[in-house]
């Protein structure tokens, strides 16, 4: 069990989303970073589906109230345990009544704490994940509040961790030949032309070559970013039709909105590019006001970049069993 000392809103329970329910206008809802919440899952020995804890407002903490694996992945959030400080993509046992303390991380926009066992939440449509929009899952379908308690599962590998903890090299680093680094503070964000694109003629290059910048009307649900409108060449009337994470619409204003998470199931503007998705997760780490260019992609390019993450994620995995094994050998 795990007792919620200090939270802001709309920190919430994700795990990786809830698929398959679109039809029914069920968005997935899920990480805004799932490659973070896979990689903390990993750590602590979960399934890397499980549940863990999204953080958006800090600051942040929490009571363990039993001896507990935890990891803190994502935005550096300065994790302190009892006031000692930790690193981040890091496992640690906490044992009953420390506490964990996150504070505003200097660049990114999210931690995620993995706790060994997962929270025990029962899932909705398949998901523990949190729809605020529709108040379901995760926490009763609200953000966490001071004073709120959560089981935790139970952890069977909790014996087999190093004192020191076990660390693992984050994905921005690990993957910078793949992950291009902010150029002047701006982020690249792969993307393909979508079904609209070439309605857009040369304001649709205007989408490609500018800086946007996350505006402050930005969550879960979408990112609206701002910048010099841009229009099709004559006015467009079309049909509701799917949408999904990465989906970058135009509304009649001509200042994107690029679906994120929380994403509508259907919605009726013109679709300019979509996100690749192995860029999602840089693209939910950004912050309002972050700037941002989309450089054009192709679909080889984005077939590469999975593999990429796949190969890395394996390697994590494959390290962090090797370690408990031998840990396990020599007890």
């Not at 039809?23 to 919440?37: E, K």
């Not at 229009?231 to 970058?248: D, F, L, N, Q």
């Not at 390697?315 to 396990?328: E, I, Y």
Request: charged content about 20%; overall charge neutral; hydrophobic content about 40%.
């Amino acid at each position: 069990m795990i007792e919620i000392l200090e939270s802001g809103p709309f920190n919430t329970v994700q795990d990786l989303g809830r698929p398959g329910y679109r039809d029914i206008g069920v968005s997935a809802s899920g990480a805004m970073d799932p490659l973070a919440v896979r990689i903390g899952n990993i750590l602590v020995g979960n399934d890397e589906n499980a549940a863990a804890i999204e953080v958006q407002t800090f600051p942040f903490s929490l009571r363990f109230e039993r001896r507990t694996v935890f990891a803190v992945t994502g935005a550096d959030g300065s994790p302190h345990l009892d006031g000692s400080e930790l690193i981040s993509w890091c496992a640690y046992i906490a044992n009953a009544g420390q506490v964990l303390q996150l504070q505003q991380p200097p660049r990114l926009a999210r931690s995620y704490i993995s706790l060994g066992g997962g929270l025990d939440i029962a899932p909705v449509m398949g998901s523990r994940s949190t729809s605020l929009r529709g108040g379901f899952g995760g926490n009763a379908g609200r953000p966490l509040a001071k004073g709120d308690r959560i089981a935790v599962g139970e952890d069977l590998e909790i014996a087999m961790l190093p004192a020191s903890g076990l660390a693992v090299v984050e994905p921005a680093a690990a993957l910078c030949d793949v992950f291009p680094a902010p150029v002047d503070g701006v982020l690249p964000i792969r993307a393909l032309p979508a079904g609209e694109h070439d309605l857009f003629t040369g304001d649709g290059e205007a989408f490609w070559s500018q800086t946007w910048r996350i505006s402050s009307r930005s969550d879960r649900t979408g990112y609206r970013l701002s910048g010099e409108p841009i229009k099709p060449t004559a006015s467009i009337e079309m049909r509701s039709h799917g949408v999904v994470p990465g989906v970058i619409q135009v509304p009649p204003g001509g200042e994107p909105i690029v679906q994120m998470s929380d994403a509508n199931t259907a919605g009726g503007y013109p679709k300019i590019a979509g996100v690749i998705e192995c860029d999602l997760w840089r693209l939910g780490q950004a912050r309002i006001g972050a700037r941002l260019k989309f450089v054009r992609s192709t679909h080889a390019e984005a077939r590469a970049v999975e593999q990429a993450v796949a190969r890395y994620v394996d390697d994590v995995r494959q390290t962090s069993r090797m370690v408990k094994r031998a840990l396990k050998a020599m007890a």
